[in-house]
């Protein structure tokens, strides 16, 4: 999928909404991107078409949310405090991965660890309220 | 006497708290050290790390305490919310523990025991009051009717207060805990130098997401050593507008309930801005606003108990 340009939070919310559509239970998507270029932004759009009424916050300290989708389970997790993926830790977040949608948060510390994605999501500033978001099917 | 565990997110704790509120205890194994040696990343975020710890801290509160689980007469433990696999630690402890000995066990709402921590002696508060819970992982406003009955008036859209604070150190290259040292900078600072917006959302609720994007602008238009003179100024200004923000929707609710006590707990309750802008509130004791289990075993006082062995089918909860 090619690079999409969102000009407010609402724009990166709808392109994740269209994204949402075509996931089922059991898909893995990576939200990665620097401070403060819309990753829960990103995933609080996508759970909104999911139909989760819950509220869609940073996990950033609470490591993993858990929400329920109007089709099923909805998990969003936060690996920014993680310094990789340690056994003992995968035993932890597996249970979020179960019979779930999961969004993850800087996956870079799970690389190799985590279920692959299905979609990995990048987001970029790019000036003012402006953000490139990169959606790449793997 | 009441024996407190917790293990919903990085503290391994627990604590002896009498029935009529005294600490006797209250031993929290903080892994501050190890998050100031990796800039609060955290070296295994695990619930390994709880089960190795939970024994020794257990012991420990005892010893403390200078008391046998022999006079230990219920167990208060957190259930939720939080990571599931290291709940569950605790929650199993604190099952086989009260099973061995035939005791009661009472769940306990990980935030309902945040603001259990303005029940303890020696100035323990009563409700009703209006409470500002912040910490890293949540933000929340909260009509408090009784010890067991709140309502929650407003919570964050994104992020927790404590995480603007934390991140925001790590956007101006302050060291772990991020919010200690926004605070202390902040002091050498101008907060009137930068005007960082105060997100303008509907309700009681907050806003801190934009708040970081802000500082994330200024910091990125100046070079090495523009940062370097500009860092103290930052800090204030950025500090300014996420207490300007609490503080305003403190100030909101309070006029719309009529003039209520208001109270202020969590890891934020710590920040010295936030302290003295709110000079009536009743304000949670410093050791007990990060993670604890002195306010678990509090909020054990109160909870509804569950007789033995009616708990041990109890299960975690991640989110509330």
Redesign the interface.
């Known amino acids: 999928m090619a690079d999409t340009v969102t000009s407010s939070p609402e724009e990166t919310e709808a392109l994740a909404a269209a994204l949402a559509a075509s996931l089922e239970q059991g898909d893995v998507v990576t939200v990665a991107g620097e401070l403060g270029t819309g990753k829960t932004t990103f995933v609080r759009g996508a759970c909104s078409a999911l139909g989760v009424r819950e509220r869609v916050t940073s996990p950033t300290y609470t490591i993993g949310h858990r929400y329920h989708g109007a089709d099923g389970e909805v998990s969003h997790l936060d690996l920014y405090r993680f310094a990789g993926v340690s056994a003992a830790e995968w035993g932890d977040l597996e249970p979020y991965f179960d019979d779930a949608i999961a969004f993850v948060e800087w996956p870079e510390a799970g690389e190799g660890v985590l279920p692959e994605p299905r979609y990995r999501v990048r987001l970029r500033h790019a000036g003012d309220a402006q953000r490139v978001v990169s959606i790449d099917e793997c | 006497m009441i024996l407190g565990i917790e293990t919903s997110?990085d503290e391994t704790a627990a604590a002896l708290v009498t029935v009529d509120g005294h600490i006797r205890a209250n031993v929290v194994s903080s892994q501050a050290d190890l998050h100031a040696q990796?800039g609060?990343?955290?070296?295994?975020?695990?619930?390994?790390?709880h089960l190795e710890l939970v024994g020794p801290v257990v012991r420990e509160a005892l010893g403390e305490a200078g008391v046998t689980l022999d006079d230990v007469d219920k167990v208060a433990v957190t259930q939720g919310?939080?990571?599931?696999?290291?709940l569950l630690v605790g929650l199993a402890a604190a099952k086989a523990i009260a099973w061995s000995r035939r005791l009661p066990l009472a769940p306990v709402d990980h935030l309902r025991g945040h603001v259990a921590s303005l029940y303890l002696e020696p100035d323990p508060v009563e409700p009703p009051f209006l409470c500002l819970l912040a910490?890293?992982?949540h933000t929340l406003l909260l009509d408090v009717r009784g010890y067991e009955d709140e309502q929650v008036l407003g919570?964050?859209?994104?992020?927790?207060a404590?995480?603007a604070f934390d991140?925001g150190a790590?956007?101006l290259g302050l060291g772990y805990p991020g919010g200690r040292e926004v605070d202390r900078l902040a002091r050498d600072g101008d907060p009137a130098a930068y005007d960082f917006p105060v997100a303008q959302v509907p309700g009681l609720d907050f806003s801190f997401?934009g708040l970081?994007?802000s500082l994330?602008y200024a910091t990125r238009e100046l070079s090495a050593d523009e940062l370097d003179a500009r860092r103290a100024d930052l800090a204030a200004s950025y500090q300014r507008a996420i207490i300007r923000a609490l503080v305003g929707r403190v100030r909101e609710a309070a006029a719309q309930l009529g003039s209520p006590r208001i109270a202020v707990v969590g890891g934020v309750a710590s920040n010295s801005e936030l302290r003295a802008a709110l000079p009536d509130a009743a304000l949670a004791p410093l050791p007990l606003c990060t993670d604890n289990a002195a306010m678990i075993a509090s909020a054990g006082r109160f909870a509804a108990t569950l007789a033995y062995p009616g708990y041990l089918g109890l299960d975690a909860y991640?989110?509330r």
């Open positions: 997110c990796y609060g990343v955290v070296p295994e975020v695990a619930s390994r790390r919310p939080g990571l599931v696999g290291a910490s890293g992982g919570t964050t859209l994104d992020d927790a404590g995480e991140k790590r956007l997401s970081k994007t994330l991640a989110s």
